[in-house]
């Protein structure tokens, strides 16, 4: 009988060992994807080629909207091409348009990176779609997700939620 209860207690313990062992590997992942992932979103804003992925939108008024179309805005060579959807007031704008005025391709002009809180950058650029002139300001965090905020002349501002990725290529 007690060669019984203490084989229990040895099988129990080395089990109990073994899942303490697993649980500071899972954290030993856990910081190693974080640190990957805070070494990524360094590179991509050192390079000035990333794509924010939008998952969220926030119209001056109203309520917020997440996104379940692939809306986004790519950033290389200078370049942007945006990619978002629009809700709010415009004070002037073309006649028939129906197309969302956040939706064009144009040079990034007076592109500054400036460091934020909390180790967060604020890249802020200004690009010209078809009849307005928009100032985008991104705020990244360490480890990729970023809030998108857009002023415009002739519009609302309206503000984006999401996360800072690698730009993919496009076929063409």
Do not use: C, H
């Amino acid at each position: 009988m007690k060669n019984l209860i203490l084989i229990t207690l040895l099988v129990f313990s080395v089990v109990f060992v073994n899942a303490q062992d697993q649980k500071k590997t899972k954290k030993e992942k856990k910081a190693e994807r974080e640190a990957q992932a805070i070494e990524q979103t360094k590179k991509l804003i050192e390079a000035q080629s990333w794509q924010f992925d939008a998952r969220q939108m926030i119209p001056a008024k109203g309520q917020s909207r997440s996104l379940t179309t692939s809306y986004n805005v790519v950033l290389k060579d200078n370049k942007v091409d945006s990619y978002l959807p629009y809700f709010g007031t415009a004070y002037s704008a073309p006649y028939g348009g129906t197309e969302s005025p956040m939706i064009f391709k144009s040079d990034a002009e007076n592109y500054s990176i400036t460091d934020g809180k909390k180790g967060n950058k604020i890249v802020k650029f200004n690009a010209k779609n078809k009849n307005d002139n928009v100032i985008y300001t991104f705020t990244i965090s360490t480890n990729g997700s970023a809030s998108l905020s857009v002023s415009s002349t002739n519009r609302q501002n309206i503000s984006y939620y999401g996360t800072l990725v690698p730009v993919e290529e496009k076929e063409e």
